[in-house]
């Protein structure tokens, strides 16, 4: 158990420094002094003293405890403001329920409902409920946190398989695109050399239309002389 009430409090997670100010303000006043020693369970055996307490408080002492009452209530509206932005909900809940079981005890104290053993009782109930509370809380926004964390690694993995594949797509696509050029260019290579050999086929037929065509021979009749002779009772014709 810590030394008083309010250092009880303020030692709680979560408490900002404004808070731990606020409270160390109020125990330095003069107006807590009278129950400083029934909140005090830092002297061997102080805590079971008062716990076996069944006195009530003074009224000089419910001066004093209403004055701290509100004085805490300050308190855990800065401590508020100071972690609702900053804390898990269900930490924030826990924190919320601790400090109004505190409250409802000093007002239960004050009223004389409850004697200094039984504030005492209560208090170190609540603590404990406090802490066991909190470690539930606290291992549920760890787990929480390592599911959070798994998922941000889970999807950086995929965004990172995502962006290799996309890498690797860009590399594929810009090895097709130079496999076509390429092609296109071994192409065009093979139409422009047909092109050239027809233009030189062509340039041959035309070369050979333009050259001017040997004028044809006139047929010579042949000269034969023929020779006939009487002989025998026959005529015989000699050609050459």
């Known amino acids: 158990m810590k030394q008083v009430l309010a250092a009880v409090v303020a030692a709680l997670p979560f408490v900002s420094m404004a808070q731990q ?3 160390a303000e109020i125990w330095q006043k003069s107006e807590v002094r009278p129950v ?6 830092s002297a061997p055996g102080a805590e079971a003293k008062l716990r076996a307490s069944t006195a009530k408080p003074t009224p000089k002492e419910k001066e004093a405890l ?7 209530m300050v308190c855990q509206k800065i401590a508020h403001e100071a972690r609702k932005d900053s804390m898990h909900p269900e930490a924030q809940a826990v924190m919320r329920s601790y400090e109004m079981d505190t ?3 000093i007002t239960k104290l004050y009223a004389s409902r409850i004697s200094w053993g039984e504030f005492t009782e209560g208090r170190e109930k609540a603590w404990a409920e406090f802490l066991e509370k909190a470690q539930i809380v606290n291992a549920k926004i760890q787990a929480h946190n390592a599911m959070l964390d798994a998922e941000i690694q889970r999807r950086q993995q995929l965004a990172a398989a995502q962006a290799e594949e996309q890498r690797k797509a860009a590399l594929r696509a810009d ?3 130079q496999q076509q050029a390429e092609a296109a260019q071994r192409q065009a290579e093979i139409d422009r050399e047909a092109q050239a050999q027809r233009d ?3 340039g041959l037929m035309l070369m050979q239309a333009a050259r001017p065509q040997p004028r044809p021979n006139p047929l010579m009749t042949p000269s034969i002389n023929c020779v006939s002779r009487p002989g025998a009772g026959s005529v015989f014709t000699t050609c050459n």
């Open 175 to 177: 090895f097709e695109r």
């Open 66 to 72: 209403a004055f701290l009452l509100d004085g805490v």
């Open 200 to 202: 030189v086929m062509n």
């Open 103 to 105: 409250n409802a005890l």
């Open 36 to 41: 400083a020693q029934r909140l005090d369970t």
């Open 21 to 23: 100010e606020c409270y």
